[in-house]
T-cell receptor, first 114, second 114 residues
Framework: AQSVSQHNHHVILSEAASLELGCNYS??????LFWYVQYPGQHLQLLLK??????LVKGIKGFEAEFIKSKFSFNLRKPSVQWSDTAEYFC????????????FGKGTRLHILP | NAGVTQTPKFRILKIGQSMTLQCAQD?????MYWYRQDPGMGLKLIYY???????DKGEVPNGYNVSRSTTEDFPLRLELAAPSQTSVYFC?????????????FGAGSRLTVL
Protein backbone atom coordinates (compact mmCIF):
# COMPACT_ATOMS: atom_id res chain seq x y z
CA ALA A 1 0.00 0.00 0.00
CA GLN A 2 1.19 3.49 -0.69
CA SER A 3 2.30 5.63 2.20
CA VAL A 4 3.37 9.21 2.69
CA SER A 5 6.02 10.37 5.16
CA GLN A 6 6.39 13.89 6.41
CA HIS A 7 9.51 14.08 8.51
CA ASN A 8 8.94 17.43 10.18
CA HIS A 9 6.06 17.32 12.59
CA HIS A 10 6.44 20.79 14.01
CA VAL A 11 8.47 23.62 12.50
CA ILE A 12 9.00 27.05 14.02
CA LEU A 13 10.48 29.85 11.90
CA SER A 14 10.82 33.59 12.04
CA GLU A 15 9.27 35.78 9.38
CA ALA A 16 11.37 36.08 6.19
CA ALA A 17 13.11 32.76 6.84
CA SER A 18 13.18 30.18 4.06
CA LEU A 19 11.02 27.09 4.36
CA GLU A 20 11.39 23.54 3.17
CA LEU A 21 9.03 20.79 4.31
CA GLY A 22 9.91 17.24 3.41
CA CYS A 23 7.57 14.69 1.86
CA ASN A 24 8.43 11.18 0.70
CA TYR A 25 6.14 8.53 -0.72
CA SER A 26 6.54 4.79 -1.06
CA UNK A 27 5.30 3.81 -4.51
CA UNK A 28 7.43 3.31 -7.61
CA UNK A 29 4.80 3.75 -10.30
CA UNK A 30 2.98 6.76 -11.65
CA UNK A 31 1.91 9.12 -8.90
CA UNK A 32 -0.03 12.33 -8.52
CA LEU A 33 1.18 14.49 -5.67
CA PHE A 34 -0.47 17.23 -3.67
CA TRP A 35 0.17 19.68 -0.88
CA TYR A 36 -2.84 20.83 1.10
CA VAL A 37 -2.90 23.52 3.76
CA GLN A 38 -5.18 23.94 6.76
CA TYR A 39 -5.15 27.43 8.27
CA PRO A 40 -6.30 27.74 11.88
CA GLY A 41 -10.05 27.23 12.13
CA GLN A 42 -10.43 26.53 8.42
CA HIS A 43 -10.77 23.41 6.34
CA LEU A 44 -8.19 21.98 4.01
CA GLN A 45 -7.49 23.62 0.71
CA LEU A 46 -5.17 22.82 -2.15
CA LEU A 47 -1.80 24.53 -2.16
CA LEU A 48 -0.36 22.90 -5.28
CA LYS A 49 -0.36 19.69 -7.27
CA UNK A 50 1.82 17.65 -9.60
CA UNK A 51 0.33 15.37 -12.24
CA UNK A 52 2.94 15.38 -15.02
CA UNK A 53 5.33 17.62 -16.92
CA UNK A 54 7.60 20.15 -15.26
CA UNK A 55 8.67 18.65 -11.91
CA LEU A 56 8.83 22.11 -10.36
CA VAL A 57 5.30 23.24 -9.65
CA LYS A 58 4.17 26.57 -8.32
CA GLY A 59 1.18 27.06 -6.10
CA ILE A 60 -0.64 29.81 -4.32
CA LYS A 61 0.95 32.34 -1.97
CA GLY A 62 4.47 31.90 -3.32
CA PHE A 63 4.79 28.19 -2.50
CA GLU A 64 6.47 25.73 -4.83
CA ALA A 65 7.33 22.05 -4.75
CA GLU A 66 9.75 19.88 -6.66
CA PHE A 67 9.01 16.31 -7.69
CA ILE A 68 12.21 14.24 -7.65
CA LYS A 69 11.27 10.81 -8.90
CA SER A 70 14.60 9.18 -8.05
CA LYS A 71 14.21 10.25 -4.43
CA PHE A 72 10.45 9.60 -4.20
CA SER A 73 10.16 13.11 -2.85
CA PHE A 74 7.90 16.13 -3.24
CA ASN A 75 9.27 18.78 -0.91
CA LEU A 76 7.46 22.05 -0.35
CA ARG A 77 9.42 25.31 -0.39
CA LYS A 78 8.93 29.01 0.11
CA PRO A 79 11.83 31.51 -0.04
CA SER A 80 10.46 33.90 2.58
CA VAL A 81 7.66 32.96 4.96
CA GLN A 82 5.10 35.31 6.47
CA TRP A 83 3.25 35.18 9.75
CA SER A 84 0.09 34.33 7.77
CA ASP A 85 1.70 31.07 6.64
CA THR A 86 1.13 29.65 10.11
CA ALA A 87 -0.90 26.53 9.37
CA GLU A 88 -0.73 22.76 9.10
CA TYR A 89 0.57 21.38 5.82
CA PHE A 90 -0.29 17.97 4.42
CA CYS A 91 1.37 16.06 1.63
CA UNK A 92 -0.82 13.58 -0.25
CA UNK A 93 -0.38 10.97 -2.97
CA UNK A 94 -2.69 9.30 -5.44
CA UNK A 95 -1.91 6.36 -7.71
CA UNK A 96 -3.94 7.09 -10.84
CA UNK A 97 -3.33 3.74 -12.50
CA UNK A 98 -4.12 1.70 -9.43
CA UNK A 99 -7.06 2.99 -7.41
CA UNK A 100 -8.85 6.17 -6.51
CA UNK A 101 -7.62 6.67 -3.00
CA UNK A 102 -5.80 9.78 -1.89
CA UNK A 103 -3.50 9.04 1.04
CA PHE A 104 -2.27 11.83 3.30
CA GLY A 105 0.82 12.22 5.41
CA LYS A 106 0.66 13.03 9.11
CA GLY A 107 1.04 16.73 8.53
CA THR A 108 3.56 19.39 9.53
CA ARG A 109 2.48 22.12 11.88
CA LEU A 110 4.23 25.36 10.88
CA HIS A 111 4.43 28.24 13.31
CA ILE A 112 5.81 31.56 12.11
CA LEU A 113 7.05 34.01 14.70
CA PRO A 114 6.30 37.67 13.92
CA ASN B 1 -23.20 26.79 -4.91
CA ALA B 2 -22.50 25.58 -1.37
CA GLY B 3 -19.68 23.12 -2.17
CA VAL B 4 -19.43 20.30 0.38
CA THR B 5 -21.78 20.59 3.34
CA GLN B 6 -21.33 18.52 6.49
CA THR B 7 -23.72 18.20 9.40
CA PRO B 8 -23.58 18.30 12.34
CA LYS B 9 -20.55 20.47 13.10
CA PHE B 10 -20.28 19.15 16.65
CA ARG B 11 -21.72 16.13 18.41
CA ILE B 12 -21.19 14.36 21.71
CA LEU B 13 -22.14 10.70 21.88
CA LYS B 14 -22.21 8.15 24.66
CA ILE B 15 -20.44 4.83 24.19
CA GLY B 16 -22.63 2.44 22.25
CA GLN B 17 -24.84 5.08 20.66
CA SER B 18 -25.17 5.32 16.92
CA MET B 19 -25.29 8.31 14.64
CA THR B 20 -24.92 9.41 11.04
CA LEU B 21 -22.69 12.19 9.78
CA GLN B 22 -24.23 13.77 6.74
CA CYS B 23 -22.30 14.96 3.69
CA ALA B 24 -23.76 16.58 0.60
CA GLN B 25 -22.16 18.22 -2.40
CA ASP B 26 -23.79 20.27 -5.11
CA UNK B 27 -20.96 20.29 -7.65
CA UNK B 28 -22.00 17.10 -9.45
CA UNK B 29 -18.79 15.45 -8.30
CA UNK B 30 -18.79 11.70 -8.76
CA UNK B 31 -16.05 10.87 -6.24
CA MET B 32 -16.61 11.33 -2.52
CA TYR B 33 -14.43 10.54 0.49
CA TRP B 34 -14.59 10.38 4.26
CA TYR B 35 -11.46 11.09 6.31
CA ARG B 36 -10.83 11.35 10.02
CA GLN B 37 -8.23 13.72 11.40
CA ASP B 38 -6.50 13.02 14.69
CA PRO B 39 -3.75 15.19 16.22
CA GLY B 40 -0.33 14.17 14.91
CA MET B 41 -1.83 11.46 12.73
CA GLY B 42 -2.87 13.43 9.67
CA LEU B 43 -5.91 12.36 7.69
CA LYS B 44 -6.88 8.73 7.47
CA LEU B 45 -9.22 7.56 4.71
CA ILE B 46 -12.27 5.75 6.09
CA TYR B 47 -14.38 5.05 3.01
CA TYR B 48 -14.70 6.41 -0.47
CA UNK B 49 -17.09 6.20 -3.39
CA UNK B 50 -16.51 6.58 -7.11
CA UNK B 51 -20.17 6.94 -7.94
CA UNK B 52 -23.71 6.26 -6.83
CA UNK B 53 -24.08 2.69 -5.62
CA UNK B 54 -20.33 2.08 -5.31
CA UNK B 55 -18.32 2.28 -2.09
CA ASP B 56 -14.88 1.02 -1.06
CA LYS B 57 -12.95 0.73 2.17
CA GLY B 58 -10.11 3.06 2.91
CA GLU B 59 -7.35 2.75 5.50
CA VAL B 60 -9.49 2.68 8.67
CA PRO B 61 -13.02 1.42 7.86
CA ASN B 62 -13.71 -0.61 11.02
CA GLY B 63 -16.64 0.70 13.04
CA TYR B 64 -18.08 2.70 10.17
CA ASN B 65 -20.49 2.19 7.31
CA VAL B 66 -21.37 4.28 4.28
CA SER B 67 -23.89 4.36 1.50
CA ARG B 68 -24.11 6.27 -1.74
CA SER B 69 -27.65 6.14 -3.04
CA THR B 70 -27.35 9.46 -4.88
CA THR B 71 -24.50 11.39 -6.47
CA GLU B 72 -24.99 14.25 -4.02
CA ASP B 73 -25.04 12.46 -0.66
CA PHE B 74 -22.49 10.28 1.14
CA PRO B 75 -23.49 9.68 4.77
CA LEU B 76 -21.13 8.05 7.27
CA ARG B 77 -22.69 5.89 9.96
CA LEU B 78 -21.25 4.92 13.32
CA GLU B 79 -23.21 1.95 14.67
CA LEU B 80 -21.71 1.48 18.15
CA ALA B 81 -19.73 4.54 19.09
CA ALA B 82 -16.44 3.98 20.89
CA PRO B 83 -14.03 6.48 22.48
CA SER B 84 -11.51 5.63 19.75
CA GLN B 85 -13.89 7.27 17.28
CA THR B 86 -13.48 10.65 18.92
CA SER B 87 -12.08 12.69 16.05
CA VAL B 88 -12.73 15.36 13.46
CA TYR B 89 -14.35 13.96 10.35
CA PHE B 90 -13.96 15.51 6.93
CA CYS B 91 -15.96 14.75 3.85
CA UNK B 92 -14.46 15.61 0.47
CA UNK B 93 -15.44 15.30 -3.16
CA UNK B 94 -13.81 15.49 -6.56
CA UNK B 95 -14.82 15.39 -10.17
CA UNK B 96 -13.86 12.23 -12.06
CA UNK B 97 -10.76 10.62 -10.66
CA UNK B 98 -9.16 12.20 -7.64
CA UNK B 99 -5.86 12.10 -9.40
CA UNK B 100 -7.10 14.23 -12.25
CA UNK B 101 -8.84 16.72 -10.03
CA UNK B 102 -8.45 18.07 -6.56
CA UNK B 103 -10.45 17.42 -3.43
CA UNK B 104 -12.95 19.94 -2.16
CA PHE B 105 -13.36 19.55 1.58
CA GLY B 106 -16.24 20.20 3.90
CA ALA B 107 -15.81 22.19 7.09
CA GLY B 108 -15.58 19.11 9.27
CA SER B 109 -17.61 17.45 12.01
CA ARG B 110 -16.12 17.20 15.49
CA LEU B 111 -17.30 14.07 17.29
CA THR B 112 -16.64 13.26 20.91
CA VAL B 113 -17.52 9.85 22.35
CA LEU B 114 -17.71 9.68 26.13
Amino acid sequence: AQSVSQHNHHVILSEAASLELGCNYSYGGTVNLFWYVQYPGQHLQLLLKYFSGDPLVKGIKGFEAEFIKSKFSFNLRKPSVQWSDTAEYFCAVNLPNRDDKIIFGKGTRLHILP
Amino acid sequence: NAGVTQTPKFRILKIGQSMTLQCAQDMNHNYMYWYRQDPGMGLKLIYYSVGAGITDKGEVPNGYNVSRSTTEDFPLRLELAAPSQTSVYFCASSLQASGANVLTFGAGSRLTVL
